[in-house]
C-alpha cells in the first residue's frame, strides 16, 4: 500500500488475485468482493478508486480484445461511475488475472469530475489548490494498425485531454507507457524499426511541444504480448512548481542523454528518428508534511550500458541496488532538498521477462523488502539483454 500525499488526501494501493472464478468476469468480481470487504477497515468508497489496472493472461489477440469488452463491462456494474481502467495483456505471478486499485482516502465524491470524449475517458480531482488529472488506457482502443500509428493515436488522445484541461505535457508526474512486443520490429520497405524506438521518437516528437522546466515525467516503458500501445497518467497543478522536483541517479546517465550507441533504428518516420527516451529515473512531489517520490522503471544498468551475461539474480540485485542509491539520504540531499534518513520504499512492481524466473526474482525481492507490498507480472524489458524491471513509490518525511 503507498501513499501519495496532496494536502490532507493519501493515495494508497491494494492489490488482489481471485480465489474463485472461472471466467475473467467472475475473477474480476471476485477481486471486487475483495475489495468491498476492504473498504470496512479504510476510510474509502467506491468513489474513492481513481484507477485501476487489470493484469490479464492471453494467447491471442481474439482472447485479449473479448477479455478487455468483457472486463470493461464487469467494471461498469460495479462502479457507479467506471473510474480510468487499464487493462493490461501481462501475466500475472498467480493465476490468470489480478487487479490494483488506486483510490484517495478521504476524497469526497463532489471533488471528482469524470470526463470523456468519443475516444477516451478521464478523470479530474479538485482538492484545495491542487488539480489531479488521472487517464489510463490511452490508445487501446483498436485490433489495427503499427506501432507508429498506435502510438500518435495515443499521444494524441493525451494531448487533447490536456488541452482540455488547460494542463501541458509537462505537468505529467507519472507515465505508464505499455508498448507490444517493445523489442519487436516493423518491417517498412525492407527497413527494420524497433517497436521501442518508434514510440520514443513519437513521444519526442510530442513532449518538444512543453517546456519540461521540473524535469521530464518518472516513466515506465514495457512490454505487453499484444495491445498495440497503452498510456497512463497522472498528472497535476501545483500553486507552487517547486513542489516538482527531478532526482538524478548517482548511476545511470540520465535517458535522455544516451548516446546514439544504445539506440535502435527506426525507419518508419521520415521527419524524427533516433531520439533518446524522455523521462526521468524520479520525480520527488513536496507537500506540507511529506515528500512523494515517483521512482521510474529501472533496470541493471549502469552508465548507460546494460549488465550482460548476468544471471536474473544479479540483475536483480543490481535493479534493486540502482534504486537504493537513487532515493538514498545522499542523493536527495544533493537536489537541495534536506532529509536525515534514506527513503521508505512503500510499493513496487516487478517486471520479469520469463515467468519462470519469478520465484527468483522473488527470493532476492524478499530479501531486500520483507514487508513492502510488491506486484510480480511477466513482460518483456525495453532491451533483449534485460530480464527484469522495477517501479515503485516511496516516502520521505
Known amino acids: 500500500m503507498d501513499n501519495f500525499v496532496v494536502s490532507d488526501l493519501v493515495l494508497d494501493k491494494l492489490c488482489f488475485s481471485p480465489v474463485s472464478g472461472t471466467t475473467f468476469c467472475e475473477k474480476l468480481s471476485d477481486c471486487y468482493r475483495q475489495l468491498t470487504e476492504s473498504f470496512r477497515n479504510k476510510a474509502i468508497t467506491r468513489p474513492s478508486i481513481i484507477k485501476q489496472t487489470i493484469f490479464i493472461a492471453t494467447s491471442s489477440d481474439s482472447e485479449y480484445f473479448q477479455g478487455r469488452q468483457e472486463l470493461i463491462s464487469c467494471g461498469k456494474k460495479f462502479f457507479t461511475e467506471l473510474p480510468p481502467t487499464t487493462i493490461l495483456p501481462q501475466t500475472p505471478e498467480i493465476g490468470s488475472l489480478a487487479v490494483e486499485f488506486s483510490f484517495f482516502e478521504g476524497l469526497q465524491p463532489d471533488e471528482i469530475i469524470y470526463k470523456q470524449n468519443s475516444e477516451a475517458s478521464w478523470l479530474i480531482i479538485l482538492h484545495g489548490t491542487v488539480k489531479v488529472l488521472v487517464a489510463a488506457g490511452l490508445g487501446g482502443t483498436s485490433e489495427s494498425g503499427n506501432i507508429l500509428m498506435q502510438s500518435n493515436n495515443a499521444f494524441e488522445q493525451l494531448k487533447q485531454i490536456l488541452a482540455e484541461e488547460k494542463m501541458e505535457f509537462s505537468d505529467i508526474l507519472r507515465q505508464w507507457n505499455y508498448i507490444e512486443q517493445i523489442t519487436g520490429f516493423d518491417n517498412a520497405s525492407n527497413s527494420p524499426s524497433q517497436h521501442y524506438q518508434i514510440f520514443n521518437d513519437v513521444r519526442s516528437k510530442y513532449y518538444q511541444e512543453s517546456q519540461f522546466e521540473n524535469g521530464y515525467p518518472a516513466a515506465t516503458g514495457i512490454g505487453m504480448d499484444r495491445g498495440g500501445i497503452m498510456i497512463d497518467v497522472v498528472a497535476a497543478s501545483f500553486a507552487d512548481q517547486k513542489s516538482v522536483i527531478a532526482i538524478k541517479s548517482p548511476v545511470q546517465l540520465d535517458a535522455y542523454t544516451y548516446s546514439e550507441q544504445v539506440l535502435a533504428e527506426n525507419h518508419a ?84 521477462k520469463f515467468k519462470n524466473d519469478i520465484p527468483k526474482v522473488k527470493e532476492v525481492c524478499l530479501q531486500f523488502f520483507p514487508e513492502v507490498p510488491i506486484v510480480y507480472v511477466v513482460a518483456d524489458i525495453c532491451r533483449p539483454e534485460l530480464l527484469v524491471e522495477i517501479e515503485g513509490q516511496a516516502l520521505l518525511n
Open 269 to 352: 518516420m521520415c521527419d524524427f528518428c533516433r531520439t533518446t527516451p524522455k523521462f526521468e529515473r524520479a520525480k520527488i512531489i513536496v507537500t506540507t508534511d511529506k515528500k512523494w517520490i515517483f521512482i521510474s522503471g529501472t533496470a541493471a544498468i549502469s552508465g548507460q550500458e546494460s549488465a550482460r551475461q548476468h544471471t536474473i539474480e544479479d540483475q536483480t540485485k543490481m535493479t534493486i541496488q540502482n534504486i537504493l542509491r537513487l532515493i538514498s539520504v545522499e542523493n536527495i540531499n544533493k537536489h537541495g532538498i534536506q532529509a536525515s534518513e534514506n527513503a521508505s520504499i512503500i510499493s513496487l512492481r516487478v517486471y520479469v
